[in-house]
């Protein structure tokens, strides 16, 4: 599968063995167009060279003329702006779809959780003053920082969002843990912070490692002995009867998630214990997805001009009825809490 907007590709794959055991594998793979590689190469500090001449390649049929060749070196020192100016530059077109930016806007929990979700998860988690938590992914840092002012936690969140970064750095001033509590603009996929922390952290945004298992891989790196991963992840509540049912619920396939019982079943395949869990409720989904409505409405009233202005307008008019419809009768959203073994 491919979408268009967040220009992923998604591939599922079903190993299925003698006894009837079926597993599970996916992949996801972000794709640029070709003048946007040329950017990427630049923004990193490379100057572009004349392209090779063959374009013959070695490849299956299934990618045949689907290939193409950038050659590219690294600027000489003399050529190169400082390190600073390179980040700021390459992080200026760093950011999510736009759609994303106009309708969570106003939220500060990006997810069905509400504040008394986050509140039961801190609590049940049973964190003392001190503890080191990494957030890829922190969105408008709503937990963190709520944390940080309940339990006296310190963390560092990432978002490729501009925006919610910054709403997340006002949120810590606010609540007076901007010492305890830091905001980062970048792009989550890979990152590892340096010193090991107690909680690592990856709530709905798990398509930053190309899914949960690749996200749990990640979020080891940073984790110490001992600690514990928080995975968010929606689960299918009634698994759809067909694929047109589950399209209709804004995804892009049956199998980009599982039911319950076997979501939590992966998790001990992958070698994890499930020590908690809490998930969201129904008032948690109205209020994540009906704040769209009136936030996406007022951005028409004051944007009527906005080249945009069409693409929100299609997305307010299906998406109270996509909600009512199919999304709150088929999709479940949680946060579970994993131990490795």
């Not at 989550?188 to 899914?211: L, Q």
């Not at 998930?279 to 951005?299: F, H, I, P, S």
């Not at 009825?321 to 809490?337: N, Q, S």
Request: hydrophobic letters at 40%; glycine letters at 8%; charged letters at 25%.
């Amino acid at each position: 599968g491919w979408d268009e907007e967040a220009q992923t590709s998604s591939t599922q794959f079903w190993a299925i063995e003698a006894n009837g055991q079926t597993t599970r594998f996916g992949s996801q793979m972000t794709a640029w167009r070709d003048d946007e590689y040329v950017s990427l190469l630049d923004n990193a500090g490379f100057n572009l060279l004349p392209p090779p001449e063959s374009h013959d390649w070695p490849v299956s049929e299934t990618f045949e003329g689907k290939l193409f060749a950038l050659l590219a070196e690294k600027a000489k020192a003399s050529e190169e702006l400082p390190l600073n100016t390179q980040r700021n530059k390459r992080n200026s077109k760093l950011d999510i779809p736009r759609i994303f930016t106009i309708s969570e806007s106003e939220h500060r929990i990006h997810n069905p959780f509400t504040e008394e979700k986050y509140a039961t998860l801190g609590r049940v988690l049973r964190m003392k003053p001190g503890t080191r938590i990494l957030d890829l992914g922190s969105g408008s840092g709503e937990m963190l920082c709520t944390w940080a002012w309940d339990h006296g936690i310190t963390g560092t969140g990432i978002d490729m969002s501009s925006l919610f970064t910054a709403q997340a750095k006002q949120r810590a001033e606010e609540l007076g843990v901007s010492e305890r509590v830091h905001f980062i603009h970048n792009d989550a996929a890979g990152y590892v912070v340096d010193t090991k922390c107690d909680i690592a952290a990856c709530i709905g945004a798990t398509w930053i490692a190309g899914g949960i298992v690749g996200t749990i891989k990640l979020l080891a790196k940073s984790l110490r002995p001992g600690g514990i991963i928080l995975i968010g992840e929606p689960y299918w509540r009634h698994v759809p009867a067909t694929e047109e049912i589950a399209e209709a619920c804004g995804v892009s396939s049956m199998a980009d998630f599982l039911p319950l019982p076997e979501l939590v079943s992966s998790f001990d395949e992958q070698g994890y214990d499930v020590v908690e869990m809490v998930l969201a409720d129904q008032e948690g989904w109205d209020r994540y997805e009906a704040a769209k409505w009136m936030t996406m409405r007022r951005w028409l009233e004051e944007n009527p001009d906005d080249d945009f202005a069409k693409d929100v307008r299609a997305e307010l008019t299906v998406a109270p009825i996509r909600h009512v419809r199919w999304t709150r009768e088929y999709l479940g959203w949680g946060v579970f809490a994993l131990m490795p073994r």
